[in-house]
C-alpha cells in the first residue's frame, strides 16, 4: 500500500509542478488533476505494475549523488565531442559495442541505459537479451568508459543504486 500512496503523491506533485498558473477559478483543473492521478495510480495498481519494478522512491540518497555525478560525466562527454567535431581532420572512430550489464533489475538497466545514451558519443540502440548493443563516436574513450566495469565506473554506480532494495 505505501508504493501505491508513494506514487500517488509523486504523480501529484509533478502534475502540480506542470500544471500552469494557479488561480482561484481553477477548481475544473484541480479536478481533472486528481482524477488524472486517481486514475493512473488505480490502473497502475490493478495491472501490478507498483510493485514489479515502478518504485519512485526507491534509490534514497545515493541517487542524490549519482545524478551530480552523471552531469559531469555529460559535461565532459561534450568537450571530448566538440574537440572532435571541430577537429579540421575530425578523427571519429565509430563502432557498436556489446556490453553485458551488472544490474540485477529491469530499473537499474533502464537507468544504466539511459545514462548512457545522455553522454555525449555514445547512444544505446538496442537490448538483445543479457546485453546492450551501444554506438560510441569515439572507439577508444567512449568504448573504454562504457566498457568498465570497475569501482567508479557508471556501470559501478549504477549497480551501487540497487543495494538500497
Not at 482561484?24 to 486517481?38: K, T
Not at 565531442?81 to 565509430?94: Q, T
Not at 559495442?97 to 547512444?123: C, W
Amino acid at each position: 500500500m505505501s508504493k501505491v500512496l508513494s506514487s500517488a503523491i509523486l504523480l501529484s506533485i509533478t502534475w502540480l509542478l506542470l500544471s500552469g498558473p494557479y488561480t482561484l477559478n481553477s477548481g475544473l483543473i484541480l479536478a481533472f488533476g486528481i482524477g488524472s492521478v486517481a486514475l493512473v495510480t488505480w490502473i497502475s495498481h490493478r495491472m501490478g505494475i507498483l510493485y514489479d519494478e515502478s518504485r519512485p522512491i526507491q534509490f534514497g540518497w545515493r541517487f542524490l549523488l549519482y545524478v551530480p555525478w552523471l552531469f559531469w560525466e555529460i559535461v565532459i562527454a561534450n568537450f571530448q565531442v566538440a574537440s572532435v567535431v571541430l577537429d579540421p581532420k575530425m578523427p571519429i572512430s565509430p563502432r557498436l559495442i556489446r556490453v553485458r550489464p551488472t544490474q540485477k533489475t529491469d530499473l537499474g538497466r533502464v537507468i544504466y541505459a539511459n545514462s548512457i545514451t545522455l553522454t555525449p558519443g555514445t547512444i544505446t540502440i538496442a537490448i538483445e537479451g543479457d546485453e546492450f548493443v551501444i554506438h560510441s563516436l569515439l572507439a577508444d574513450e567512449a568504448a573504454d568508459d562504457v566498457t568498465d566495469t570497475s569501482e567508479g565506473s557508471m556501470d559501478w554506480r549504477v549497480a551501487q543504486l540497487e543495494v538500497n532494495e
